[in-house]
Nanobody
């Protein structure tokens, strides 16, 4: 049974930084695609960044350069480093995983991921 647990959210001022973590537990998979999504009330959950088991990363166009996704495979922790935060980055952030393939789709959606964390709130003022 796979569990994903996010942490690292909080409240920051515009221009600040946060690093989100997503710790996975359960079986270890060789091939996977993992990602970060965010959601604000009334809007669809959107993909922010993905990383696959080959280390290939991809970002939503508007966020590349400010956000960095990475994974510590030894610790089985997924990270999202967020810099130069803006008020419009305020959202609930979720990590997600798909362990049935070793690549991520170019424009991933919610249906492309099987496992989800509970979310961590990020508020930028």
């Amino acid at each position: 049974h796979v569990q994903l647990v996010e942490s690292g959210g909080g409240s920051v001022h515009a221009g600040g930084s946060l690093r989100l973590s997503c710790e996975g537990s359960g079986r270890t998979y060789v091939k996977w695609c993992m990602g970060w999504f965010r959601e604000v009330p009334g809007k669809e959950r959107e993909a922010i960044a993905t990383i696959d088991s080959s280390g290939i990363t991809a970002y939503a166009g508007s966020l590349e350069g400010r956000f960095t996704i990475s994974k510590d495979n030894d610790k089985n922790i997924l990270y999202l480093q967020m810099n130069s935060l803006k008020p419009e980055d305020t959202a609930m952030y979720y990590c997600a995983a798909n362990f049935f393939r070793g690549y991520c789709f170019t424009h991933p959606g919610r249906a492309d991921f099987t496992y989800w964390g509970q979310g961590t709130q990020v508020t930028v003022s």
